[in-house]
């Protein structure tokens, strides 16, 4: 999809963004795919349908409305049959991949900027790993990345996602 006139494209310098003023940053994460995966309990995450394409579908939203500069990231997983989603492994909605791009997001965004996060994939929930805040009976709502089914990746809790909102919101937890 082409950038309208004016806006900057993905991946932009903040430097330029600085000048202009606040800057509307997004990132967007779309799982069709998930890698063949049984967890522990048995579960599986089956891949889906049209997650992709509700991405593309909001950046094409977003890009048409912004009037700020703006820099809009994805992660995706379209199943384009076979073993592995289309597109490059570093652009995959994996956990690690995530978390990675939560963290380039709080580094970049400066005060001022606005920030949207879309999910489109599957959500579980797991026993929580904070009983201190949610009881000793208490579950996290989570996020699945695309690969859940390898025993080095996890689910992205509530929690985590509190984190980032929070420091993106006060400035907690900025370099």
Known sequence: ?????NHEPDDAGTSSARDAGPTFRALLIGVDFYL????????????????VSDV???REALSA??????????LLAPSVG???????????PTYVNIKAALDKLLAEAQPGDHVYIHYSGHGGRVVTRCPE?????????????MDI???????????????????????????
Request: glycine share 12%; charged share 25%; with cysteine.
């Open 1 to 5: 999809m082409a950038d309208p006139p």
């Open 36 to 51: 063949p995966n049984r967890l522990p309990n048995g579960a599986t995450f089956v891949s889906l349908r049209g997650c």
């Open 56 to 58: 593309g579908r909001i």
């Open 65 to 74: 409305r912004i009037t700020l500069p703006y820099d809009i990231k994805t």
């Open 82 to 92: 076979g073993s592995a989603p289309g597109g490059p492994s570093s652009e995959w």
């Open 133 to 145: 805040v949610k009881g000793r009976d208490g579950y996290d709502e989570t996020l699945v990345p």
């Open 149 to 175: 089914g390898d025993v080095s990746t996890r689910h992205l809790r509530d929690l985590d996602l509190a984190y980032y909102l929070d420091a993106l919101t006060t400035g907690n937890g900025r370099p």
